[in-house]
């Protein structure tokens, strides 16, 4: 039994007809039949009722179609996954996201990277920057999205720079959101704020501006997926990355002297070379950025 035997046996079945089957091969109609005479031969069985119009199977021959039919599926998937390997669009990637991209970039990017190359295995770790970066160096991951703090990024190769910055944002109802007027920053710490685990870098930087207030009220501080939920309340304020504000609904409120970069980087190992599949992450993620970016 021949893979030709197998693809002539389909064919007939799929077209009704030795003639239309035969045209489809590009095969003479002789050169077709004796394909599937010496089938038959090899089978020990009939697998067409001769001299039916339109071409029938016998039922041994119903019996078989279901195995040519998974014959030539396997095979025809091998042919795709040898040209997917040779292209290099195979095998694990590893990234690593903080919580605010995950919430806000890396779902439509695992989904339009899963469609562009579906044989391909894409494992995301979410955690702190410096962890991240620590798992890249050791080698447990191929790239990360990383805070641009000077003592990370300095360890790593820059593949990509986001622009974003730190914002005061709130629910669309909140008081503040509601005015059109530019607010000062000592009038926000009156309000309940809502502030994410990230880092003392980053709370540095709010206790900086919080030193403006007479008697600010504590904050609450808890991991990002948690206080998600919490800054949805009309009474709450948060300092968040404007990208995480905008896919969590919140709105962004003016507040006069804050001016608070909070760009991420991709990045990977330094001197290490990326494979192909790494090459199309890098692309894939400027595609989803360009695409929010003009929105």
């Known amino acids: 039994m021949e893979f030709r035997q197998l693809e002539a046996f389909i064919a007939v079945v799929r077209e009704g007809s030795f003639t239309h089957a035969a045209e489809r091969l590009n095969l003479s109609q002789p050169s077709l039949s004796s394909r ?85 295995e894409l494992s995301v770790e979410t955690g702190h920057s410096s962890l991240l970066v620590e798992h890249l160096l050791d080698g447990v991951l191929d790239i990360v999205f990383t805070a641009v703090f000077p003592h990370l990024i300095r360890q790593t190769q820059i593949l990509m720079r986001i622009r974003d910055r730190i914002v005061v944002a709130a629910h669309p109802d909140h008081p503040l959101a509601v005015q059109n007027n530019k607010v000062d920053i000592e009038d926000i710490w009156d309000w309940r704020i ?77 001197g290490f070379s990326l494979p192909p599949l790494g090459s199309e992450f890098i692309t894939t993620v400027s595609t989803i950025v360009k695409r929010e970016t003009k929105r």
Request: proline share 9%; charged share 20%; net charge negative.
């Open 36 to 120: 599937i005479q010496q089938l038959e031969i090899d089978l020990g069985v009939t697998l067409f009722k001769r001299g039916k119009r339109p071409i029938e199977l016998t039922d041994t021959g119903k019996t078989f179609l279901p195995y040519a039919e998974r014959i030539i599926g396997v095979a025809e998937a091998g042919e795709s996954a040898i040209k997917i390997a040779e292209d290099g669009f195979t095998g694990r990637l590893n990234v690593g996201c903080p919580m605010s991209v995950s919430t806000y970039l890396m779902p439509q990017v695992v989904t339009l990277f899963n469609t562009r190359f579906p044989h391909s």
């Open 194 to 270: 809502i502030l994410p685990r990230w880092g003392t870098a980053f709370e540095a930087w709010i206790n900086s501006y919080r030193e403006l207030a007479d008697s600010p009220r504590p904050f609450i501080k808890v991991p990002l997926s948690i206080g998600l939920p919490m800054m949805t309340q009309p009474d709450s304020l948060t300092f968040i990355p404007e990208r995480v504000a905008h896919a969590a609904g919140l709105q962004t409120i003016d507040v006069a002297d804050l001016n608070w970069p909070w760009d991420v980087v991709l990045a990977t190992r330094p």
